[in-house]
């Protein structure tokens, strides 16, 4: 009664070389959890061990996870008062079918170039193809505060494992869901570091999103190698932290950071912001703080709670209501970022303790 096999695991497997490991995991807005392997995903509700939902495969097969490996996230969740909430999936890059011995042997396939987004949520999903500027393979996927995804690190080329990939995807792409579905994507400036196998990417409480990693090899291993083991850190700046945009960009002034909230109730936020403020464009965004392995970051969760209500309280100074979570479904509880979201340019984040 303690264990459950969980056959989906068999069933995405490929004799020799898997392309099942580890999985994509989401808890959907009905407390099950999405389960993405390979090329298709499950919902599972895990208090009962039992399947309730099976999911389409992405079109044309390919696998996307490990060694396969693409990225995938939980896109923002948003009308979180409505009587349906809405919970979309994007899985992006991977590796074509048979790259892994390819590149064992010496053989190096492209990267795919697309991604595959779903309503998990919907009676009748369907996966809906899209293609990026850049393929990649062993890329990560970060929530940034404004509801943009930064797609970072990876290969053009090869597979994970150790020495596999090849052609270092130097620079990062923007996503931005709510664009049509032909202007999603923008190739940001590069890195001079290859980021392959083992590198990971996080969001800063401050909005920078720290990069490190890359160690293709079953050692460190510092020179005679084609990708030498990499120890160093960088911080990606995305635009929005452009000095430019000082005058946009919120402060917040209360709550102060720790503070605790709880579930379906009123937060008020006070932040100050010196330039010309559109009143409708402001927003409040939480995000928990994720862990990442193999290209895939767990835990990350973005969460829209709008502005119920806006309103200036003096020169500069402005007040936000919005109402929390309503369930443990939507934000388990714990700690996440906050921030104040002002024409698409966020503050910093405070930490604020959801239970």
């Not at 909430?85 to 890059?93: H, K, M, N, R, T």
């Not at 996080?202 to 990069?211: A, E, H, I, S, T």
Request: with cysteine; proline share 7%.
């Amino acid at each position: 009664a303690d264990t459950f096999k969980l056959h989906f695991l068999s069933e995405t497997k490929e004799r020799g070389v898997e392309n099942n490991l580890y999985p994509f995991v989401f808890l959907n807005v009905d407390g099950n959890l999405f389960i993405f392997a390979n090329n298709r995903a499950i919902l599972l509700d895990y208090v009962n061990n039992k399947v309730v939902k099976t999911y389409p495969k992405i079109p044309g097969g390919e696998p996307r996870s490990y060694p396969s490996t693409g990225s995938a996230v939980l896109l923002p969740l948003k009308s979180l008062t409505a009587a349906t909430i809405q919970a979309e999936v994007l899985v992006c890059g991977g590796a074509p079918k048979g790259s892994f011995v390819q590149a064992l042997q010496g053989k190096f396939v492209k990267a795919l170039d697309t991604c595959a987004r779903i309503s998990i949520t919907d009676p009748k999903p369907k996966w809906v193809m899209e293609t990026m500027p850049l393929a990649r393979v062993m890329g990560d996927m970060v929530l940034l505060p404004n509801g943009k995804v930064l797609v970072i690190n990876g290969a053009r080329s090869g597979s994970a494992g150790w020495d596999l990939g090849r052609d270092p995807v130097l620079n990062p792409v923007l996503y931005m869901p709510d664009n049509e579905i032909e202007s999603r994507f923008k190739i940001l400036n590069p890195t001079n570091i290859p980021r392959m196998y083992h590198s990971t990417a996080v969001l800063l409480r401050d909005g920078r999103v720290l990069v490190g990693g890359s160690n293709p090899h079953a050692y460190y291993n510092f020179t005679g190698v084609l990708y030498p083991t990499e120890l160093s850190l960088e911080a990606f700046y995305p635009g929005y932290l452009d000095a430019k945009f000082n005058n946009l960009r919120p402060t917040i002034v209360a709550p102060k950071s720790m503070s605790g909230i709880r579930y379906s109730k009123k937060l008020k936020i006070q932040v100050v912001i010196t330039g010309e403020v559109t009143l409708n464009l402001l927003s409040v965004t939480m995000v928990s703080p994720a862990f990442n392995t193999h290209s895939f970051s767990m835990n990350q969760r973005l969460l829209v709670l709008g502005n119920d209500k806006v309103m200036a309280s003096g020169k500069s100074t402005y007040k936000i209501e919005v109402m929390t979570p309503g369930s443990g479904n939507l934000a388990p509880a714990g700690f996440y970022l906050l921030f104040v979201v002002h024409q698409d340019i966020p503050s910093q984040g405070i930490w604020v303790h959801l239970k």
